[in-house]
T-cell receptor
Framework: QKEVEQDPGPLSVPEGAIVSLNCTYS??????FMWYRQYSRKGPELLMY????GNKEDGRFTAQVDKSSKYISLFIRDSQPSDSATYLC?????????FGTGTRLQVFP | KAGVTQTPRYLIKTRGQQVTLSCSPI?????VSWYQQTPGQGLQFLFEYFSETQRNKGNFPGRFSGRQFSNSRSEMNVSTLELGDSALYLCASQDSMNTEAFFGQGTRLTVV
């Protein structure tokens, strides 16, 4: 079993929709949680970074962490075609940074 | 502040050859990690260097190696290339562990 599981998608939604991206993990030692966005032919860029259970909001993006269920989510409100990308969750403890396989999102006009 | 710079951006090599990729981290960052990204496997951790020392290593064969210089620049080397080594190789720099990792644009390696 992988330490981090992420639905690969692809996910296709209309512009303006609310998008929910999810990851589950098995190692309760993970302390820090991140979401990265990766456009085609580019390196991943950090979107959200959090270390506690609960919600963290940044503009149209909300990161949610539920440590008791070992579950993290990224919500995108009012999705835009420019949000079309692959979204990777990542988590870390001590000296390990583990990524999910990524979910490909397509937002159509 | 300049970002993470990886060179070259694209490479085509033949089976059996060896290749060296370079990564210059963000100024002041001492940790450099390398990842292999393929459509089927996602981002897989290769190794991480901190202050010229390899701190962590992923589950890759010994053909994959790396090093870090005193200015924090890092290189990774792949010897005896195989077709399955075709991938996007990404470098990430961090100020320290448990902080945000900043990625370069990657080197796309194609082995023919």
């Amino acid at each position: 079993q992988k330490e981090v599981e992420q639905d690969p998608g692809p996910l296709s939604v209309p512009e303006g929709a609310i998008v929910s991206l999810n990851c589950t993990y098995s190692n309760s030692a993970f302390q820090y949680f991140m979401w990265y966005r990766q456009y085609s032919r580019k390196g991943p860029e950090l979107l959200m970074y959090t270390y506690s259970s609960g919600n963290k909001e940044d503009g149209r993006f909300t990161a949610q962490v539920d440590k008791s269920s070992k579950y993290i989510s990224l919500f995108i409100r009012d999705s835009q075609p420019s949000d079309s990308a692959t979204y990777l969750c990542a988590m870390t403890y001590t000296d390990k940074l583990i990524f999910g396989t990524g979910t490909r999102l397509q937002v159509f006009p | 502040k300049a970002g993470v710079t990886q060179t070259p951006r694209y490479l085509i090599k033949t089976r059996g050859q060896q290749v060296t990729l370079s990564c210059s981290p963000i100024s002041g960052h001492r940790s450099v990690s390398w990842y292999q990204q393929t459509p089927g496997q996602g981002l897989q951790f290769l190794f991480e260097y901190f202050s010229e020392t390899q701190r962590n290593k992923g589950n890759f064969p010994g053909r994959f190696s790396g090093r870090q210089f005193s200015n924090s620049r890092s290189e990774m080397n792949v010897s005896t290339l195989e077709l399955g080594d075709s991938a996007l190789y990404l470098c990430a720099s961090q100020d320290s562990m448990n902080t945000e990792a900043f990625f370069g644009q990657g080197t796309r390696l194609t082995v023919v």
